[in-house]
């Protein structure tokens, strides 16, 4: 008797299983059809989106150009203006008998030079 209620409990448990499969199974496989149904459109998107953003990652837009040049130029006209103060600065001292500040001031001038032909001239100012 304690066998056939072992064979009877195996049995409904299996039974109780396939129940519970049967009732989530059609969701599962719903939702399985549905994934591979919609591959396709996620793969070729996945696929766009990430050849977009490399040729993003590779290319400059003109904008971002703009912007580079204009901080490039900020930067060479600060440069000059720093340039500028400390020639005038070596060249007071120059007057007043300091050796050293005439010799750095014949730099500072070469420098300025140099860099004046990279700085567009300002007009009305």
């Known amino acids: 008797m304690a066998t056939m209620e072992r064979k009877w409990a195996f049995t409904a448990a299996r039974w109780a299983a396939l129940a519970l499969c049967g009732a989530l199974l059609p969701g599962c496989a719903a939702k399985t059809a549905f994934d591979l149904a919609t591959m396709p459109v996620k793969t070729t998107r996945d696929a766009i989106n990430a050849g977009s953003k490399t040729v993003d990652l590779l290319t400059t837009s003109q904008s ?8 490039d130029l900020r930067h ?30 014949i730099e500072t001038w070469d420098e300025m030079q140099a860099l004046q032909q990279t700085v567009p001239a300002r007009r009305g100012y």
Do not use: F, H, P, V
């Not at 971002?64 to 901080?71: F, I, L, P, T, V």
């Not at 006209?77 to 007057?95: H, I, N, P, V």
């Open 76 to 105: 060479r006209e600060e440069r000059l203006a720093k340039l500028t103060r400390r020639y005038r600065e070596q060249s007071d001292d120059c007057q007043q008998g300091d050796d050293d500040a005439c010799e750095d001031r």
């Open 64 to 71: 971002e150009a703009d912007q580079k040049r204009g901080r």
